[in-house]
């Protein structure tokens, strides 16, 4: 069983940055593939961004890429998503996900292949 707590939501400014966190329990954090997904108000649950177990694969919504940057830091269990030039349309709870791929550098913007998940961190991007 994973736990996924994240962390940094809070209130910018449209064109501002910020960045959120995940961390994970347990010991065995370099064997999950990692995601962000986000929900806004009256809308379905999204991909942002995935990345693989060891950092060697990365993929994002083409909504966010060259805005935003997922990383991970597998000694401290944690995953970040770097959001820089924010936009209203940003504004959404955003959700860690993980699921176990073992020794492969597989990643999924499907939603239904995440078998852990967070409770979610709001972002409020104001214009």
């Known amino acids: 069983q994973v736990q996924l707590v994240e962390s940094g939501g809070g209130l910018v400014q449209a064109g501002g940055s910020l960045r959120v966190s995940c961390v994970a329990s347990?010991?065995?954090?370099?064997?999950?593939?990692m995601g962000w997904f986000r929900q806004a108000p009256g809308k379905e649950r999204e991909f942002v961004a995935t990345?693989?177990?060891?950092?060697?694969?990365?993929y994002y919504a083409d909504s966010v890429k060259g805005r935003f940057t997922i990383s991970r830091d597998n000694a401290k269990n944690t995953v970040y998503l770097q959001m820089s030039s924010l936009k209203p349309e940003d504004t959404a709870v955003y959700y860690c996900?993980?699921?176990?791929?073992?020794?492969?550098?597989?990643?999924?913007?499907?939603?239904?292949?995440?078998?852990?998940w967070g409770q979610g961190t709001q972002v409020t991007v104001s214009s």
């Open positions: 996900s993980a699921f176990n791929s073992g020794t492969s550098d597989y990643v999924t913007r499907d939603m239904n292949g995440y078998e852990y």
């Open positions: 347990g010991r065995t954090f370099s064997s999950y593939t």
């Open positions: 990345i693989s177990r060891g950092s060697s694969r990365t």
